[in-house]
Every structure is written in structure tokens, then in C-alpha cells.
């Protein structure tokens, strides 16, 4: 595990302490990046079910999702679509334990700013994170 470090200058940390939603059913996986991204000062809410997400999800904050593919009821890339059809911009970031290239290609082509494979390496994570906290869509979720 990467040692908590100062989030790089500048970026909105500065100016807004960004939330992080983490989609995971794997109640180790959720608290092990809860764990990581609150040591880089980051505001995480984190759920085991998509329909808990989807009803917390505030809008017009400076936020980004930590999302696994595979979930009950709804998975992933439902998630993404839904998302899109209510005019959300939240950027994706998609985690899986079972990705393939095809997986892969699919996920960016929905609007993933990013695929990580499972186990999750920090540094990548925080990379990815990274990118998406500073791109436009980051700072509203959804559109006016």
C-alpha cells in the first residue's frame, strides 16, 4: 500500500474536498478503498448495492465513481448506462476481478475514464482518480 501523500497541486482538493463513491458488493474490497482514499484526504461514501448508490448519488458536487462490473441486480455497465440516460457526467472508474481485453475495450467505449483489474494496485488507483477529479465533467454530475 502507497503511503498517504498530499494530493499534487493544483487541483480541486484544493478547493473542494472531492467525494469518491465506491461501488463494490465485496465488503473487504469497499473498506480496504475506503481505508486508501481517506488517507488521501478524499470524502468516500461507499455501498454493497447499486440501488443505494443510485439514491445517495448528489449532484453537482465534485465527485467520481470507484465502480465494479460485476454486482448483483445491476451490474456495472447498467450503471453506466443508467447514469448517462439521467444526464449524469460523473466520471467511471471501473474495477473487475474478471477482465478480459474485450471487457476492457467495451468499458472505455461507455465512458470509463479508466479499467483496473483486481487486486487493485494504489498507485494506479490514485492515478486514475486523479484524472478524473480534474476533468470537467468531475465538477457537476450532472448537466444543467
Known amino acids: 500500500m502507497l503511503m498517504a501523500e498530499s494530493f499534487p497541486e493544483p487541483c480541486l482538493a484544493d478547493i473542494v474536498q472531492p467525494t469518491v463513491y465506491v461501488v463494490d458488493d ?18 468516500v ?30 451490474g456495472g455497465f447498467d450503471v ?3 447514469l448517462a440516460q439521467r444526464g449524469s457526467r460523473l466520471p467511471v472508474i471501473v474495477i473487475t476481478g474478471r477482465g ?19 487486486p487493485v494496485d494504489d498507485k494506479s488507483l490514485m492515478t486514475a482518480i486523479r484524472t478524473a477529479l480534474r476533468a470537467p465533467t468531475s465538477r457537476s454530475t450532472h448537466r444543467r
Open 100 to 118: 478480459d481485453a474485450q471487457t476492457k475495450a467495451r468499458a472505455l467505449q461507455a465512458g470509463a475514464v479508466a479499467f483496473l483489474e483486481k
Open 80 to 82: 453506466m448506462n443508467t
Open 26 to 43: 465485496d465488503d473487504a474490497v469497499r473498506d480496504s478503498l475506503k481505508i486508501l482514499l481517506e488517507s488521501y484526504d478524499l470524502k
Open 45 to 74: 461514501r461507499d455501498f454493497g448495492s447499486v440501488p443505494d448508490f443510485l439514491g445517495a448519488l448528489e449532484h453537482g458536487e465534485a465527485a467520481c465513481l470507484v465502480l465494479d462490473l460485476h454486482l448483483p441486480v445491476m
